[in-house]
């Protein structure tokens, strides 16, 4: 029945994509409220029923969010911090996944699972053994005080053994015949194949540094090397009629997050569904 | 896969905030039992061994010292602070002040305990009004007593009503107020007016209140009155009754071991509440969060005709009101209902510590507090924030002057407090674990809205979790 067959696949394609977009419109609605919010009026904002869209937009909201968030500076030490990180747990995450996956030693078992059991341990209740560590150290107010307690994480040399383990054995037999090294097959084999877990794992630690608040504010003395999110956190107001101020805030501080999303976003994904669809 | 439990830093959830204060607080505690021999009282420093206050070292010292001041200010607040500081600055080259912004009141205090390890304190620090025993307890802040006993010139009497009793425990002043801030009955003249009431004389008594709920919702309105779920609201009308909120003379006379609000004032208030909410007077309403504001919006878009709220959101909310968007509403501010003889307000709002350790600085931090809480500097202060001046003679200066004819409802916030008996019910409850107090009360006005509940059953209830707060932080000690 060729009229079927032609149907079929249009009203399908239809129906998806009628589902799609009402889930879009869900995620998005709160972004486009808090945007809206942040360009409207201060009597706009408190309005009955709420404004949704912004006829007279207020632009400035940004620029007193960004100075009133100090976020010239925050979001400098913020950059900063975030890319130490980021480096810092992919090198170490590597290393560590791929001995855990490839390399023989000693007490691997063992290890392992401490590795895994420190994931069972939420930061903060370290944070003060931490905070005495880095202190003793002189990092107190300092990037590397900010930076060096997040550098290795139980989670990424977890997600990257798995990863790491899905090479056949195969490819490392004849990359040892080609007398490949470990270093060699790491850096020409392995890690190309596991980019996907790579760049999943490196945008969860952008998100979580990026996200930090408790932290940089305990470890910090002042300004200088203060984080984006201290700096959102002082934009919030008890006043009613600023709230688009903090709105604007919060747009400022997300957006790199948001760009790094778009641009990630095909390796996320796959990242993501690895070892989900096995095939 | 889709969080990172290592990286969970954001400070916002429960059980980042609960185990970061378990921490810290057993840390504060360990410094504490280091310390201190018998802590059986509150305060248990006699005047005679206060450590002693180098006033004079400030002329000493060659060059001009420099302290760091902790406060929470935002925004506009922070920004007439910053011109009150950087006036003191250039007024003098003796003194040098830079202020740190902590962002809140509790994150400045995980900050502060954190301080502890790190040895990073500041040497001034503005902190809220129930971390009064916290602050004692760490024994870091050199007592304001002794400076105040140093200085000859200091004007106790010219501090606004008890504002300074509040900051003192056992006849030693350990904060020096800064910005102080009441609760207020915020009501619709218009409402009281299609309800045949009397739109300048706002509800005294409980059953006034009550009554003009009734005739409020009688008139057309959705619900007479908007209940925020705020324990400080709670503790200022058991207070207005003249009636302890824990037990030992607040925690005055010796260190509070229990709550004590189970009373006949505090059943006054539970039994008001939960009826009202009952019979459908009244609707409650969240004290954070987006909804915060819902109470007060709620009055100028016509919802319900009063609510209890700090004079803080008063400049703010009046100019909602001029702002055109609401017609045929008229602001009114009343004091808190429910007085009695005996019975008053409760100082609210933050007072300044010193934490220096340097005689210098210590002296330097004086100085500087000095010059803050001044009648020209609170006059300046109150006028730019809407907080009440901490002096009487700011009353009289032209910067509040002009503010209070602007806005009328700022001089009942300062009459209530002025006009309020002396004793240790209006001085305010001193406590440990406040925030755990203030949970269990929550809670249990929560809970009574929600099921119509029993209100004697829901003020017993809370008064059990709110001992056993207070119970497991004297533990720690």
């Given at each position: 029945m060729p009229a079927e067959r032609n149907n079929h696949p249009v009203l399908r394609k239809v129906g998806a994509y009628l589902l799609l977009s009402a889930l879009a419109l869900i995620v998005l609605f709160p972004i486009y409220v808090t945007v809206v919010g942040s360009l409207l009026r201060p009597d706009q904002l408190v309005s009955q029923p709420p404004s949704l869209f912004p006829t007279h937009p207020q632009w400035d909201t940004y620029s007193e969010a960004w100075s009133g968030g100090h976020f010239s500076t925050y979001l400098r030490n913020s950059a900063i911090v975030t890319a130490l990180i980021v480096a810092g747990q992919l090198v170490t995450s590597i290393l560590a996944g791929y001995a855990f996956a490839m390399l023989e030693f000693p007490f691997k078992r063992v290890i392992f699972v401490v590795f895994l059991a420190t994931m069972m341990v939420p930061f903060e209740v370290t944070i003060i053994t931490n905070l005495q560590t880095v202190t003793d150290l002189h990092w107190y107010n300092t990037y590397a005080g900010l930076a060096v307690p997040f550098l290795a994480t139980g989670f990424g040399a977890f997600l990257l053994r798995q990863a790491f383990l899905q090479i056949p054995s195969d490819l490392r037999d004849a990359a040892t015949i080609d007398g490949y090294g470990h270093l060699k097959f790491l850096g020409r084999v392995a890690v190309p194949l596991a980019r996907p877990s790579i760049a999943a794992l490196a945008v969860f630690s952008f998100l979580g540094a990026w996200n930090q608040y408790l932290w940089p504010l305990l470890v910090t003395k002042d300004d200088t090397y203060r984080t984006v999110q201290i700096g959102l956190k002082q934009l919030r107001s008890t006043q009613v009629d600023e709230i688009n101020i903090t709105l604007a805030g919060t747009i400022l501080a997300a957006l790199p997050l948001v760009i790094l999303l778009i641009l990630f976003q095909k390796q996320l994904i796959r990242g993501l569904t690895t070892g989900a669809v096995k095939g | 896969m889709s969080s990172m439990p290592s990286m969970s830093l954001n400070?916002?959830?429960?059980?980042?905030?609960?185990?970061?204060?378990?921490?810290?607080?057993?840390?504060?505690?360990?410094?504490?039992?280091?310390?201190?021999?018998?802590?059986?009282?509150?305060?248990?420093?006699?005047?005679?061994?206060?450590?002693?206050?180098?006033?004079?070292?400030?002329?000493?010292?060659?060059?001009?010292?420099?302290?760091?001041?902790?406060?929470?200010?935002?925004?506009?607040?922070?920004?007439?602070?910053?011109?009150?500081?950087?006036?003191?600055?250039?007024?003098?080259?003796?003194?040098?002040?830079?202020?740190?912004?902590?962002?809140?009141?509790?994150?400045?205090?995980?900050?502060?305990?954190a301080g502890l390890t790190t040895g990073d304190l500041p040497d001034v620090v503005l902190q809220q009004d129930i971390y009064l025993q916290q602050m004692i307890d760490t024994e870091t802040a050199l007592p304001v007593q002794s400076c105040?006993?140093?200085?000859?010139?200091?004007?106790?009497?010219?501090?606004?009503?008890?504002?300074?009793?509040?900051?003192?425990?056992?006849?030693?002043?350990?904060?020096?107020?800064?910005?102080?801030?009441?609760?207020?009955?915020?009501?619709?003249?218009?409402?009281?007016?299609?309800?045949?009431?009397?739109?300048?004389?706002?509800?005294?008594?409980?059953?006034?209140?009550?009554?003009?709920?009734?005739?409020?919702?009688?008139?057309?309105?959705?619900?007479?009155?908007?209940?925020?779920?705020?324990s400080w609201q709670f503790e200022q009308l058991v207070a207005n009754q003249g009636a302890d909120f824990a037990n030992n003379g607040n925690g005055r006379e010796s260190r509070a071991t229990a709550a004590a609000f189970d009373n006949e004032a505090g059943k006054a208030v539970f039994e008001l509440f939960g009826g009202m909410v009952a019979d459908g007077l009244a609707t409650s309403s969240p004290r954070r969060g987006p909804s915060q504001f819902d109470n007060l919006l709620g009055i100028a878009s016509k919802h319900n005709g009063m609510s209890f709220d700090t004079t803080a959101a008063l400049g703010t909310i009046v100019?909602?009101?001029?702002?055109?968007?609401?017609?045929?509403?008229?602001?009114?501010?009343?004091?808190?209902?429910?007085?009695?003889?005996?019975?008053?307000?409760?100082?609210?709002?933050?007072?300044?510590?010193?934490?220096?350790?340097?005689?210098?600085?210590?002296?330097?931090?004086?100085?500087?507090?000095?010059?803050?809480?001044?009648?020209?500097?609170?006059?300046?202060?109150?006028?730019?924030?809407?907080?009440?001046?901490?002096?009487?003679?700011?009353?009289?200066?032209?910067?509040?002057?002009?503010?209070?004819?602007?806005?009328?409802?700022?001089?009942?916030?300062?009459?209530?407090?002025?006009?309020?008996?002396?004793?240790?019910?209006?001085?305010?409850?001193?406590?440990?674990?406040?925030?755990?107090?203030?949970?269990?009360?929550?809670?249990?006005?929560?809970?009574?809205?929600?099921?119509?509940?029993?209100?004697?059953?829901?003020?017993?209830?809370?008064?059990?979790?709110?001992?056993?707060?207070?119970?497991?932080?004297?533990?720690?000690?």
């Open positions: - | 400070g916002r959830s429960w059980r980042a905030r609960a185990a970061a204060l378990l921490v810290v607080g057993l840390l504060s505690a360990g410094a504490v039992g280091c310390g201190g021999g018998d802590d059986d009282s509150a305060g248990d420093d006699d005047d005679g061994d206060l450590a002693s206050c180098p006033t004079s070292a400030l002329d000493d010292a060659s060059g001009p010292v420099q302290i760091t001041f902790w406060h929470t200010m935002q925004r506009a607040n922070e920004a007439a602070l910053k011109e009150l500081t950087d006036a003191y600055n250039s007024s003098q080259d003796k003194v040098k002040v830079k202020l740190v912004n902590n962002s809140d009141y509790d994150d400045q205090q995980d900050k502060y305990r105040i006993d140093a200085t000859e010139d200091f004007d106790a009497e010219d501090f606004t009503g008890a504002a300074l009793d509040y900051f003192s425990v056992d006849d030693v002043q350990w904060g020096l107020p800064f910005n102080l801030s009441n609760p207020v009955l915020y009501y619709d003249k218009v409402a009281f007016r299609k309800a045949g009431l009397d739109p300048e004389k706002p509800p005294a008594t409980f059953d006034e209140l009550r009554t003009a709920a009734e005739k409020i919702k009688a008139a057309g309105y959705a619900t007479g009155m908007s209940l925020k779920v705020d100019e909602l009101f001029a702002s055109g968007q609401y017609k045929d509403v008229e602001l009114g501010v009343g004091p808190m209902p429910g007085r009695t003889d005996d019975g008053g307000i409760v100082v609210g709002g933050a007072a300044l510590y010193i934490s220096a350790t340097d005689p210098a600085k210590q002296a330097a931090a004086w100085d500087y507090m000095q010059y803050l809480t001044s009648p020209e500097s609170q006059s300046k202060w109150s006028a730019a924030t809407g907080y009440i001046p901490v002096r009487a003679s700011s009353v009289d200066l032209p910067e509040v002057k002009a503010r209070w004819a602007e806005v009328p409802g700022f001089r009942v916030a300062y009459d209530q407090l002025v006009s309020s008996a002396h004793n240790t019910a209006t001085d305010g409850a001193v406590i440990g674990d406040f925030e755990g107090v203030r949970d269990a009360v929550e809670e249990a006005e929560n809970r009574m809205f929600l099921d119509k509940g029993d209100p004697d059953a829901a003020l017993k209830g809370a008064a059990d979790k709110a001992t056993s707060a207070i119970e497991a932080y004297n533990d720690r000690l």
